[in-house]
């Protein structure tokens, strides 16, 4: 017997070993085990679509070889409808930067200097925050990954350009989404289409020189985007829907499925996965994962707190994560919206699932005036929403207790 209908029978009697729910039953789920602590959930609950509420479940059993067989579950999901990303688009550039250094034979480690060419740029030929005082990919890559550096992504986004960004996400089946700007950065459409030139250097040496570039193509969307009743201009309130027609665009179904990519590659079409080496992945695997306090460089004190960037399961929490616990993610928060697309273990239970969840904390509905609603709606919303889905999957009967030690990495201390 060949060895691909071995694996279509394994997987076979796998999903007859699971339980049998219906269509029905699975769009429920979600809704069910929220609908069963309203104390927990009900100020959203009742009004979901006010609150922008998004939510995808992925379960994940193991057959007799480890491999992983998934189980998706949704609430609210709408891979068209618009929310602000903020900073979960950094992933992406994270990924591409990697795969772009792989493409030309540089290491990641490869000192990266960032020169200006255009209005509103910016140099930097320094990082006092990295060993060896000197910006690169990996160094901006763990300050994206550990506590969402806005500037660490800009200089990916420029070192991988604007259109070059977008074509090969496109090109790897990822649609819903665009990346047309840097973040907290006061630049035009114009200017983000241009990205700095960068060199990079090794013993002395300019090993690689990439010139200026300028994005010719437009990615926005086909029509407008308006949100709310007013947005703030600088001191005054502008009485009319914040337009985010030309703001970034991420779709919660493609984030977890590009976490997805990270960590199983071998389980997405080939056209899907990202070109990385092995030492990539333990790389992404460990700063994902990480915390502040466990790192050496950059050092951060004890105001980046455990769950500093984990929204969901410990967000509301400022304790110390549990040690069999991890969480793989990337969060984003801005104007409002609140995100965290996550792998959780739990090493110790044989626990592993997926979970992302977006959520708008903007009662007011008015946009750029700081009062969003993070610590009282989105922080405890994410935190409950997370200790439900794993107390419910801890639970579960597996067919087969996953084997995780390729997740169990090594820590900087």
């Known amino acids: 017997m060949n060895q691909r209908l071995v694996g279509s029978l394994l997987a076979l009697m796998l999903t007859l070993y699971l339980p049998v729910d219906t269509l029905a039953q ?23 679509d006010a609150y922008d509420v998004q939510i995808l479940y992925t379960q994940i059993d193991r057959d007799a070889q480890n491999r992983p067989v998934f189980r998706s579950y949704s609430y609210k999901l709408d891979k068209k409808r618009y929310f602000y990303p903020a900073s979960t688009v950094k992933l992406p550039g994270v990924l591409l930067a990697l795969e772009k250094l792989n493409e030309l034979k540089i ?27 000197l910006p690169s990919v990996a160094h901006y890559a763990k300050k994206i990954l550990l506590v969402s550096d806005n500037d660490a992504f800009n200089r990916l986004y420029e070192f991988v350009g604007q259109c070059d960004m977008n074509e090969r996400l496109y090109r790897k089946g990822y649609r ?7 973040l907290s950065t006061a630049m035009n459409a114009d200017q983000n289409r241009h990205t700095n030139p960068v060199r990079f250097v090794q013993d002395g040496k300019v090993i690689y020189e990439q010139p200026a570039q300028v994005c010719e193509q437009t990615f926005r969307s086909d029509s407008l985007i308006r949100r709310g009743i007013g947005f703030m201009r600088n001191d005054s309130l502008i009485r009319q829907p914040f337009d985010f027609t030309d703001k970034n665009f991420f779709a919660l179904e493609e984030q977890q499925a590009m976490l997805k990519a990270v960590l199983f590659p071998e389980a997405v079409p080939a056209r899907s996965r990202f070109n990385l080496n092995p030492d990539d992945y333990q790389f992404l695997y460990q700063y994902m994962s990480q915390l502040p306090r466990e790192t050496t460089h950059p050092f951060y004190d004890s105001t980046f707190y455990d769950s500093y960037c984990k929204f969901l399961l410990v967000g509301d929490q400022k304790t110390a994560v549990p040690k069999s616990i991890r969480i793989f993610n990337k969060v984003g928060d801005a104007y409002g919206y609140m995100i965290d697309n996550a792998y959780i273990v739990d090493f110790e239970r044989g626990v592993e699932f997926m979970l992302s969840a977006v959520i708008s904390c903007n009662s007011d509905g008015v946009f750029n005036d700081d009062a969003y609603d993070y610590d009282k709606i989105g922080t405890p919303f994410l935190g409950n929403l997370g ?27």
């Open 26 to 48: 699975r769009k429920n789920l979600i809704n069910d085990l929220l609908q069963k602590s309203p104390e927990l959930f009900r100020a959203v609950t009742s009004r979901p």
């Open 387 to 413: 200790r439900v889905i794993f107390d419910y999957d801890a639970q579960r009967k597996r067919p087969w207790r996953p084997d995780l030690r390729k997740f169990q990495v090594k820590y900087d201390r």
């Open 176 to 182: 819903n989404l665009r990346i047309i700007h840097r």
């Open 107 to 133: 290491s990641r480690d490869t000192p990266m200097l960032t020169d200006s060419a255009y209005v509103r740029q910016t140099r930097v030929r320094v990082d006092t925050t990295a060993a060896n005082d």
